[in-house]
């Protein structure tokens, strides 16, 4: 087993969750903040101390986590803009065109937003992306066919974990839709954390494609996602990335998954 003493991450995490917390639990109090916000504050922390505790049972199984072997961006980064241009698509593009976007709300309440979103990203990347993945390939061969497996396996189930939106009040087809979706962007995102070895581009890609994606539908005038350009559009960015990221599949390495598999 691999020692590992640099906790730094674990630490900055276990930092911003009491902070959070911290927060809530005041504003709740005293009520300093629209409920919304408060909301935001406590599901945050939450996410925030699950994903402290999934790191630190990692670190302490000797799996690296935010300290794998990680290759340069400068040799790897071209490999994530496909990647990367799927995250600036969910962006409602169409309404910026039409000039009728705005905001809601103040600068302060975006950052928070933004917060969350990284809150999202960190748990659930650390989640379905490594722990869950994990998991599946201690009990398959490592090959190239149990690999792929493995990801479609941790994908279905990231894309079923957004199930739980049914009980928020979410819609049944916009749920389903959602299921559908989140599994191919689970496939994307392992792609990345595969070919860079680095833990925080599918979480950054996770917090773009959400952060730009939702902030003004939730705090805007926004309410139509797609229109017909933007329906090509998303159309072609897929088909172009799929071709790419099944290129770059055959042809990397098992040594990546080596890594993550057996510290």
């Keep these: 087993m691999k020692r590992l003493n640099n906790y730094r991450s674990i630490h900055l995490l276990a930092c911003m969750t009491l902070i959070f917390l911290l927060v809530w639990i005041v504003a ?6 629209p409920s919304d916000v408060i909301t935001s504050f406590r599901t945050t922390s939450l996410r925030f101390f699950l994903a402290t505790i999934f790191i630190y049972g990692l670190y302490l199984k000797g ?7 990680k290759k340069s961006l400068y040799s790897t980064g071209w490999l994530i803009i496909p990647a990367f241009i ?9 309404v910026l065109y ?7 709300v103040g600068l302060g309440v975006v ?25 599946i390939m201690q009990l398959l061969t490592i090959n190239k066919k149990n690999v792929f497996l493995g990801m479609v396996l941790s994908s279905v189930l990231f894309g079923l974990f957004h199930l739980i939106n049914l009980f928020a009040g979410a819609g049944v087809g916009e749920t389903l ?9 689970g496939l994307l995102w392992s792609m990345t954390l595969f070919l860079t070895q680095n833990i925080w581009v599918p979480i950054l890609l996770h917090t773009i494609y959400n952060f730009v994606g939702v902030l003004y539908f939730r705090y805007g005038s926004v309410s139509t996602r797609f229109d ?3 329906i090509i559009v998303t159309i072609i960015v897929a088909v172009i990335t799929t071709i790419f990221y099944v290129k770059q599949f055959k042809s990397m390495s098992l040594d990546t998954v080596e890594t993550l598999i057996n510290p």
């Design 86 to 94: 799927v995250s600036l698509n969910n962006f409602p593009w169409h």
């Design 228 to 230: 017909l350009f933007t």
């Design 28 to 33: 709740g109090l005293f009520r300093l903040f």
């Design 63 to 69: 799996y690296p986590v935010f300290h794998m072997e």
């Design 177 to 185: 839709q959602q299921v559908g979706y989140t599994t191919l962007l």
């Design 111 to 135: 950052v928070l937003f933004f917060i969350e979103c990284l809150s999202i990203g960190i748990f659930e990347e650390v989640l379905f992306r490594y722990v869950i993945f994990v998991i």
């Design 98 to 104: 039409n000039g009728s976007l705005n905001l809601n």
